[in-house]
């Protein structure tokens, strides 16, 4: 089993709590995790992404090469395309639609959402009026985090179990309401994908 996650997106997003949740359930698929961040002026809205690598076998690396990314999970449409040069060709493209306008030239949304529906293998969903759905706005991560997981090769269980690790300080509630994100999040992808059939 080997996964090479692109994870991206603008800081206070939770982008790196996504990835803290999908290593946590990796470690405890008794797998190897490598990762790196970098962020970007994060606290004034900067870019952030992660590279986060799982395996079955040991990992040099921490570092994806170009083209070579089995998916991209995006917080924010734009800083999704921007790592495009990372996913390989039959990868997937998991995004939220919900735009963080920070620039004044912010481009088109429409533009935006047409050229993600470009590609094949595409998830785009409006991670932000999920999380409100399942009334945990603060959850839209956790949504973009369960639209990624069927393409992830570690069970649903172990997300949850994560998450329990990952929220539980912050209580019981906070970790049931972001395992209904997940869940509302991993809905959304797997009606997508039947719809495209």
């Known amino acids: 089993m080997k996964a090479d996650i692109i994870l991206s997106g603008v800081g206070g997003q939770g982008i790196v709590s996504i990835a803290a949740t999908i290593a ?7 797998l190897f995790i490598k990762q790196s961040e970098v962020h970007g002026m994060s606290q004034r809205g900067g870019a952030v992404y992660s590279h986060l690598r799982i395996s079955d076998r040991e990992i040099a690396s921490d570092l994806i090469p170009l083209g070579h990314a089995d998916i991209i999970i995006s ?11 990372w996913l390989k060709e039959d990868g997937w493209l998991v995004t939220n639609s919900t735009p ?31 999380a409100r759905q399942v009334k945990s706005p603060r959850s ?3 949504v973009m985090l ?16 994560a998450i329990g690790k990952i929220f539980g300080r912050k209580g019981e509630k906070i970790v049931e309401l972001n395992i209904q994100a997940l869940h509302a999040g991993r809905e959304y992808s797997l009606t997508h994908q039947k719809e495209k059939v």
């Open 75 to 85: 917080v924010e449409p734009m800083e999704s395309l921007r790592y495009l040069p």
């Open 24 to 30: 946590q359930a990796a470690l405890d698929n008794n």
């Open 146 to 161: 369960g639209a990624a997981s069927p393409f992830l090769e570690i069970p649903i269980e172990n997300f949850e179990q």
């Open 100 to 130: 963080f306008i920070n620039i004044p030239d912010y481009p088109d949304l429409k533009s935006l959402h047409l050229e993600i529906e470009k590609f094949p293998n595409h998830i785009l969903i409006n991670a932000d009026e999920i």
């Open 140 to 142: 839209s991560n956790i």
